[in-house]
């Protein structure tokens, strides 16, 4: 499975932002899919995650209410839809999806786009 980000960008404080998360691959077969993201000096966190079968759902407390994520099946593609925007959700962030398991912990992905950049300026 081979994914590619798009959306990011510069954008001030309060704006909105949507990124994309295109899948390619033979056998496209995934059991979940989510966003990391790594703001400079820190870790990756999963922000959000998504069962692909269910359409269930998993935010990270900060984003919780400002970002939601959605895929479409028939184009075996995921979105994130981010609002309210603040400095603090600066960072790249990743596409990921895992083959097995839950949509809700941060082990277990086996596929990473190459990031795309989200800076929110104050």
């Known amino acids: 499975v081979q994914l590619v980000e798009s959306g990011g960008g510069l954008v001030q404080a309060g704006a909105s932002l949507r990124l994309s998360c295109a899948s390619s691959g033979r056998a496209f077969s995934v059991s979940a899919m989510g966003w990391f993201r790594q703001a400079p000096g820190k870790e990756r966190v999963l922000v959000a995650g998504i069962s692909w079968s269910t359409g269930r759902t998993y935010y990270e407390d900060s984003v919780k209410g400002r970002f939601t994520i959605s895929r479409d099946t028939s184009k075996n593609t995921m979105y994130l839809q981010m609002n309210t925007l603040q400095p603090e959700d600066t960072a790249v962030y990743y596409c990921?999806?895992?083959?097995?398991?839950?949509?809700?912990?941060?082990?277990?992905?086996?596929?990473w786009g190459q990031g795309t950049q989200v800076t929110v300026s104050s």
């Open positions: 990921v999806a895992k083959r097995a398991g839950d949509y809700f912990s941060e082990d277990r992905w086996d596929n």
